[in-house]
């Protein structure tokens, strides 16, 4: 079964760092992007950034360049988003989903999300 | 950048109902449009991609069409799972928009 299995919630701290995974199975995760979602509370779907493991090729959306950082572990079949510190307006789930960017340019599979908490 | 503009935000219909969803896009974006729903507290899920083709395992009421800048999302007979966000969404050039969702809620 192709997956993608995301780490668990988290509440941090303003000023604080963070790093949250997404570990994808049932598929060769070199040749698939992984792309992360945010979703603010009680708002809708912005893309972040995608990442090609393979190469380690990586976009952001204009709106989070520089705001986090998205890499990839080929070798433990992980992707990650990293914050080196967190605002409170980071408060949000977290998806990470993957592209199929060779018939379908569509999110197919998605992670469950990870909700992340950031107090002041 | 393209921006990606649904209507109605919110739409009431009742079991049975035949729906349509719009997405217009401030610029030709040829078929590079797809659709996914959103149940509360779930990822979403793809439903329609390359703006008429249907993921697998999606059920046949649901169909997309459309191209250049104007789109729509059809469910043609409403069941009661159905009730929930739709948004679209749009790929060009390793960039994803989506947008801002259509609530689907019952009348």
């Known amino acids: 079964e192709v997956q993608l299995v995301q780490s668990g919630a988290e509440v941090k701290k303003a000023g604080e760092s963070l790093k949250i995974s997404c570990k994808g199975s049932?598929?060769?995760?070199?040749?698939?992007?992984i792309g992360w979602v945010r979703q603010m509370p009680g708002k809708g779907l912005e893309w972040m950034g995608i990442i090609y493991p393979g190469d380690s090729d990586t976009r952001y959306s204009p709106s989070f360049e520089g705001q986090v950082t998205v890499s990839a572990d080929k070798s433990i079949t992980t992707a990650y988003l990293q914050w080196s510190s967190l605002r409170a307006s980071d408060t949000a789930i977290y998806y990470c989903a993957r592209p199929e960017m060779a018939y379908k340019y569509a999110f197919d599979i998605w992670g469950q999300g990870t909700m992340v908490t950031v107090s002041s | 950048d393209i921006q990606m503009t649904q209507s109605p935000s919110t739409l009431s219909a009742v079991v049975g109902d035949r729906v349509t969803i719009t997405c217009r896009a401030s610029?030709?974006?040829?078929?590079?449009l797809a659709w996914y729903q959103q149940k509360p507290g779930k990822a979403p899920k793809l439903l329609i991609y390359k703006a008429s083709s249907l993921e697998s395992g999606v059920p046949s009421r649901f169909s997309g069409s459309g191209s250049g800048t104007e789109f729509t999302l059809t469910i043609s007979s409403l069941q009661p799972d159905d009730f929930a966000i739709y948004y679209c969404q749009h790929y060009n050039s390793y960039s994803h928009t989506f947008g801002q969702g259509t609530k689907l809620e019952i009348k």
């Open positions: 610029q030709s974006i040829s078929s590079w």
């Open positions: 049932g598929y060769s995760f070199t040749s698939y992007w």
